[in-house]
């Protein structure tokens, strides 16, 4: 009796377990599932990519720092020394910029497919 009590047991506990990882896999395998994982690798992929970029930037400032050292071109710079920075007449308040539309400006519209015959 106790025999057949366990391996009942046994099979129902083991049915319980196969089921419940089934429907986990299922759940693992749904579209919103895959594209949420899809996403966090991209993510991953990005934060590592970027970290790539600042060890690679470290380098080459520590390259260069040795290089300006064993050339001699560590020289202060003087900021008196450097002329006022320059306005552009286009950013100044009120000038025409070629980019911003004029309405009374006669324009052609260009376009900008390479596949159209010219």
Excluded: C
């Amino acid at each position: 009796m106790f025999r057949r009590a366990f391996w009942f047991t046994a099979g129902a506990a083991a049915g319980v377990w196969a089921t419940t990882k089934v429907n986990r896999k299922l759940k693992q395998l749904t579209p919103e599932s895959l594209a949420a994982q899809a996403a966090d690798k991209a993510i991953e992929t990005g934060h590592r990519l970027k970290d790539f970029a600042l060890d690679v930037r470290a380098g080459m400032l520590q390259r260069e720092a040795e290089l300006g050292e064993a050339l001699g071109l560590q020289a202060p710079v003087d900021d008196r020394a450097l002329p006022a920075p320059r306005r552009s007449a286009a950013l100044e308040p009120g000038a025409h910029h070629p980019d911003r539309r004029d309405p009374h400006h006669p324009r052609t519209h260009h376009s900008y497919n390479r596949n159209e015959d010219h």
